[in-house]
């Protein structure tokens, strides 16, 4: 099992940048793929994007396409979440996970707060 910690997440304001880091330890994640996840207060818990294990592919949701990026650095068994544009409909808190056998999301971070005023 791999234990995996958010951290960057914060208060912005609208148009602001926030970058999310998501170290794991335990084991090593790369192999896996990882993704970033998103929960708004009221709402369901929504996929935002992800990556494949070597960094080369990555898929996102619509609404925040062209605005956020996922990257990787295995060496340092981490994960990023790069958030340009923000927008106050983007507050949510922000979950990274990495996806075990079984094509299932088998551990999550505790999660970390992004605010965004308008």
């Known amino acids: 099992q791999v234990q995996l910690v958010e951290s960057g997440g914060g208060l912005v304001q609208a148009g602001g940048s926030l970058r999310l880091s998501c170290a794991a330890s335990g084991r090593t994640v790369s192999s896996l793929f990882m993704g970033w996840f998103r929960q708004a207060l009221g709402k369901e818990r929504e996929f935002v994007g992800g990556?494949?294990?070597?960094?080369?592919?990555?898929n996102y949701l619509d609404s925040v396409k062209g605005r956020f990026t996922i990257s990787r650095d295995n060496a340092k068994n981490t994960v990023y979440l790069q958030m340009n544009s923000l927008k106050p409909e983007d507050t949510a808190v922000y979950y990274c996970?990495?996806?075990?056998?079984?094509?299932?999301?088998?551990?999550w971070g505790q999660g970390t707060q992004v605010t965004v005023s308008s």
């Open positions: 996970a990495a996806k075990g056998g079984g094509n299932i999301w088998r551990d």
């Open positions: 990556i494949t294990s070597s960094g080369t592919l990555s």
